[in-house]
C-alpha cells in the first residue's frame, strides 16, 4: 500500500508491481499507513487530521477517526488488529484507540522526544515510542516503561527504530540502516538504500524491509542488506 499527496490510497501487487486498487482516501495528503499481520485492516492518517481503518478486502471504510488536533506522523496496530496506535494531537504524547469502536483506550503523555515514533512490538506486549536518541518501551500488560537514551546516534536526520522479531532495533535515517543489539549495546550490521528513506515497513518475520521515499519503493533483505525489489515510480495523478 502506498499514500500519496492528494489523499489517494493504492494497494500494488508486488510480483507484477502494477496497482490493483486505488481509492480517493482522504482529503488532504496522507502521512501514515499501518497493516494489519493477517494482512486484513489497513489504517491511513492523514494531513486532514483524520485516521480512516479499511477493510482490505473489499476497500471499505470500516471507521473514521475525526477532529484531530494534529495529524500523525507515524501509526501502527497492534498484531491482532484490535487497537491501534499514533502520535495525533501533542508532540509528546501518542494515543491509542480501539479500532472497534474508535473509542480511546489510552493516552500517553509527558515524555520528551516521543514526537516521531510509534511502534507495537511484532508480540503485542509492548509499545516502542521515540524519536533521535531517546527511546522509550513499554509493557503494556504491566504498565512499565524502559528508557533507552543516547545511544542510538546516527548521522542524518533523526533515526526511525523498529523493534524486530529476536529483539533488536532496525534503525533507520535517510539512506542508511542499522541493526542495533540492546544486550551488547553495539550496532552489528549497517546496509544502505539509494532512497532518501521516508517511511519504512518490516515483514512480521523481520526477514524484509520495505522503505519509501516521495516518489520510490524498494524491498531491502535485512539479512544480507541487498535490494530484492524496485517499484515503478509513484505518479501524482
Not at 30 to 57: F, P, Q, T
Not at 74 to 100: R, Y
Not at 161 to 187: S, Y
Amino acid at each position: 500500500f502506498t499514500g500519496s499527496f492528494e489523499g489517494k490510497l493504492s494497494m500494488w501487487d508486488v510480483e507484477n508491481r502494477s496497482c490493483i486498487m486505488s481509492l480517493d482516501a482522504h482529503t488532504k495528503g496522507i502521512s501514515a499507513l499501518a497493516l494489519s499481520n493477517d494482512g486484513s485492516i489497513l489504517v491511513s492518517g492523514a494531513r486532514d487530521h483524520c485516521i480512516k481503518i479499511w477493510e482490505v478486502s473489499t476497500g471499505l471504510c470500516l471507521r473514521t477517526i475525526d477532529g484531530l488536533k494534529s495529524y500523525p506522523q507515524f501509526l501502527d496496530i497492534f498484531p491482532d488488529g484490535k487497537f491501534i496506535a499514533s502520535n495525533v494531537g501533542n508532540q509528546f504524547a501518542f494515543t491509542i484507540w480501539d479500532v472497534k469502536d474508535g473509542e480511546i483506550r489510552h493516552v500517553f503523555a509527558g515524555y520528551s522526544g516521543i514526537k516521531k515514533v510509534v511502534r507495537f512490538t511484532q508480540s503485542g506486549s509492548g509499545l516502542l515510542a521515540g524519536e533521535g536518541d531517546k527511546l522509550y518501551l513499554w509493557n503494556l500488560r504491566q504498565n512499565d516503561v524502559e528508557a533507552s537514551q543516547g545511544r542510538l546516534r546516527m548521522e542524518g536526520n533523526p533515526v526511525v527504530p523498529i523493534l524486530m522479531p529476536d529483539g533488536k532495533f532496525l534503525i533507520t535515517a535517510p539512506k542508511h540502516i542499522k541493526i542495533w543489539d540492546p544486550r551488547t549495546e553495539q550496532f552489528i550490521q549497517e546496509f544502505y538504500s539509494d532512497l532518501p528513506i521516508y517511511q519504512q515497513c518490516l515483514s512480521t518475520d523481520g526477514s524484509k524491509l520495505l522503505v519509501a521515499s516521495f516518489k520510490m519503493v524498494q524491498l531491502l533483505d535485512t539479512h544480507t542488506g541487498m535490494k530484492l525489489l524496485d517499484f515503478p515510480p509513484m505518479r501524482r495523478d
